[in-house]
């Protein structure tokens, strides 16, 4: 691993922790790639120029894109939305029990300052681990039965679920709550994406062992949803 003392340039001021973390780790990581790298993002906005009411009259399904990569701003405020801590350890999305079992996993093509590769969200530290490495979203297109804009677009959201996380608690009506709370995140990643300027659309048509393939998941993970992400074209 190559180290450079530089912060990268985010666009927002990092937060005291986030600093303090990256000095005593010696710096910010120049990624050769993506397994096992850690990346905090900046910190996310709690207010914008866009209300709900707009966002939610503007929202639409987009299945293209415009040419530039998008930023680690970008990609770390829609993250946010979608499982991010709001206050407390609550999360953006509500989840029946507070039992939290989606992880959202980012599939990363054309980001700056982000090598390609697939990364898994980490809500408590707002930051990445990286998974796997290499650009995989044409294998992710393929999965999705040749869906070409989850190829076309720079980065892709996969929202997974730990059934158990619920249905421990809850039975196997716990798996209707998890399929609710995947509605809850994906509705929060239009919003946060229309109030940014850039397209989505969720897509539901895939091989589950497929997608499960491509983020190298364990058996207790199930891939629901796949959000391709990037500018409005």
């Not at 079992?101 to 982000?114: H, R, S, Y």
Request: overall charge positive; aromatic content about 6%.
């Amino acid at each position: 691993m190559v180290w450079r003392c530089a912060l990268p340039p985010t666009g927002r001021a990092r937060s005291l922790a986030a600093t303090v973390l990256a000095l005593l780790l010696g710096g910010w990581p120049a990624l050769d790639g993506a397994r096992g790298a850690g990346v905090i993002l900046p910190d996310p906005a709690r207010t914008g120029e866009v209300s709900v009411e707009r966002a939610l009259a503007q929202r639409r399904s987009q299945r293209s894109y415009g040419a530039d990569p998008l930023t680690l701003d970008q990609v770390g405020q829609v993250l946010w939305a979608a499982q991010g801590i709001s206050h407390g350890d609550r999360r953006t999305a509500p989840s029946a029990g507070a039992l939290y079992p989606l992880t959202v996993f980012l599939v990363a093509g054309e980001i700056q300052d982000l090598p390609p590769g697939v990364y898994r969200y980490q809500p408590g530290r707002h930051g990445l681990e990286g998974v796997v490495e290499g650009d995989r979203r044409r294998a992710l297109a393929r999965a999705a039965l040749g869906q070409d804009w989850v190829r076309q677009a720079p980065a892709v959201l996969v929202l997974v679920a730990t059934y158990d996380r619920t249905t421990g608690k809850y039975g196997d009506r716990g798996r209707r709550y998890v399929h609710m709370e995947v509605g809850h995140a994906a509705q929060n990643v239009y919003l946060q994406a229309e109030a940014l300027g850039l397209a989505t659309v969720m897509v539901g048509a895939f091989r589950d062992t497929a997608v499960a393939r491509v983020l190298d998941l364990g058996p207790d993970r199930v891939p629901l949803a796949l959000l391709p992400l990037g500018p409005s074209p």
